[in-house]
């Protein structure tokens, strides 16, 4: 089944502890992003990839790092979360003209 | 001003009926609008796809793009029930996973 997988589905955790959270899509694409989601605010993108080794910030990249290693994992990595981190997240992958979302990380820091 | 402006709703409506969501935007960078569909506790799924001004149309569903009015629109025909979800306006520069910039949502009720 084509998919986007995330990990873990609900994290709660500490002020400055780091963490990860992994995303693994099997479909083959170049494309992957990863976007936060808030009441009122929408939807906006942190960081996208166009391929292995190669990504760029998106709206809201402060606070937050990424790495892409191989074609099928774009993990997201909070160093020292902050409570304002506390969000949905998704990850989504496609190609340039579609995204397939993955099915969500709440992450709260408390 | 936020650059995409959506209407959040909620917008309730009788099965059957034609449904229209729009969304409107500043930047006049944005070539590539898309539409999304998000049920309660789900990832949002990809309905429709268009590049620069026009019409599109997929089953039930048609986008239009007004690029000279920066305004676009999402229409439901013989809306369903199983329509009822959040649905979401994007917009981008340079393709559809590239700076993307979503509305907030407009939440859409059918009610049977």
């Known amino acids: 089944e084509a998919q986007v997988t995330q990990n873990p589905r609900y994290l709660i955790t500490v002020t400055g502890k780091k963490l990860t959270v992994t995303c693994s899509q099997n479909m083959n694409h170049e494309y992957m992003s990863w976007y936060r989601q808030d009441p009122g605010l929408g939807l906006r993108q942190i960081y996208y990839?166009?391929?292995?080794?190669?990504?760029d910030k998106g709206d809201v990249p402060e606070g937050y790092k990424v790495s892409r290693k191989e074609k099928r994992n774009f993990p997201l990595i909070l160093e020292s979360p902050s409570p304002n981190q506390t969000s949905l997240y998704f990850c989504a992958s496609g190609t340039s003209y579609t995204q397939y979302f993955g099915p969500g990380t709440r992450l709260t820091v408390l | 001003q936020k650059e995409v402006e959506q209407d959040p709703g909620p917008l309730s409506v009788p099965e059957g009926a034609i449904v229209s969501l729009n969304c409107t935007y500043s930047?006049?960078?944005?070539?590539?609008f898309m539409w999304y569909r998000q049920y309660s506790r789900k990832g949002p799924e990809l309905l429709m796809y268009t590049y620069s001004s026009g019409n599109k149309e997929d089953g039930r569903f048609t986008a239009q793009v007004d690029k000279s009015s920066k305004y676009i629109s999402l229409f439901i025909r013989d809306s369903q029930p199983s329509d009822s979800a959040t649905y979401l306006c994007a917009m981008s520069p340079s393709g559809g996973y590239q700076k993307v910039t979503f509305g907030t949502g407009t939440k859409l009720q059918v009610i049977p």
């Open positions: 990839s166009m391929n292995v080794e190669v990504t």
């Open positions: 930047n006049s960078a944005f070539q590539y």
